[in-house]
Nanobody
Framework: EVQLVESGGGLVQAGGSLRLSCAAS????????IGWFRQAPGKEREGVSC????????YYADSVKGRFTISRDNPKNTVFLQMNSLKPEDTAVYYC??????????WGKGILVTVSS
């Protein structure tokens, strides 16, 4: 079955960095775009970043532009989110996402990122 598994979260101080990984399986990985979403306590889930199947195109929410970088390693079926200059407002559960054929959406279970001030 399709699986998306996040790793790399944790606790960091403001200004620090983390790299999240999303390991994918169960589908033709290099045929699909992959995205990262996050949900902070009391807030709706929001899109953070996404990357096209080839890696040629990327998207970033305004709140993370210049600080976060998305990338993918297709032979390893993995997408990364490098997060630099972290702020307390980046604290959230981060989810990996894939939209497959017929607009079927798959989500990882999420991983917690906590940024202390």
């Amino acid at each position: 079955e399709v699986q998306l598994v996040e790793s790399g979260g944790g606790l960091v101080q403001a200004g620090g960095s983390l790299r999240l990984s999303c390991a994918a399986s169960g589908f033709t990985f290099d045929a699909y775009a992959i995205g990262w979403f996050r949900q902070a306590p009391g807030k709706e889930r929001e899109g953070v970043s996404c990357i096209s199947n080839s890696g040629a195109s990327t998207y970033y929410a305004d709140s993370v532009k210049g600080r976060f970088t998305i990338s993918r390693d297709n032979p390893k079926n993995t997408v990364f989110l490098q997060m630099n200059s972290l702020k307390p407002e980046d604290t959230a559960v981060y989810y990996c996402h894939a939209e497959l054929l017929y607009s079927i959406n798959y989500w990882g279970k999420g991983i917690l990122v906590t940024v202390s001030s």
